[in-house]
């Protein structure tokens, strides 16, 4: 199978908000790169949606918002695995950048 990511994803664990319609919901950051991030979260959307998040890492002080867009979501495989779910970043503001660039040297 043929790797489709332009960026190389690291493992690390987080937080992250969800923002869409109004509400908030969280997730738990599985791995992270330059172009998005992947994580688990009871509440999945569809393919081709859009959120802004804003994603807290474990090991840095650093925190960054991004309007994202979902590429993928696995379903539900058991009871006790949640919903995982790979998101593309679509836009980053300057200082936003800096800092997932800041997170990604720590890992």
């Known amino acids: 199978?043929?790797?489709?990511?332009?960026?190389?994803?690291?493992?690390?664990?987080?937080?992250?908000?969800?923002?869409?319609?109004?509400?908030?919901?969280?997730?738990?950051?599985?791995?992270?790169?330059?172009?998005?991030?992947?994580?688990?979260?009871?509440?999945?959307?569809?393919v081709g949606y859009e959120m802004l998040l804003s994603v807290e890492v474990s090991e840095a002080v650093e925190r960054f918002n991004a309007?994202?867009?979902?590429?993928?979501?696995h379903p539900l495989e058991a009871v006790l695995h949640p919903i995982g779910m790979g998101l593309k970043f679509l836009a980053l503001t300057e200082e936003d950048y800096y800092r997932l660039g800041k997170i990604l040297e720590l890992i």
Do not use: C, Q
Request: glycine share 10%.
């Open 67 to 73: 309007l994202a867009e979902v590429v993928w979501v």
């Open 1 to 46: 199978m043929r790797e489709s990511r332009r960026h190389p994803r690291k493992s690390i664990e987080g937080r992250v908000e969800i923002s869409t319609n109004g509400s908030t919901f969280l997730g738990d950051l599985r791995n992270i790169s330059e172009g998005g991030l992947s994580l688990t979260t009871s509440t999945p959307y569809e």
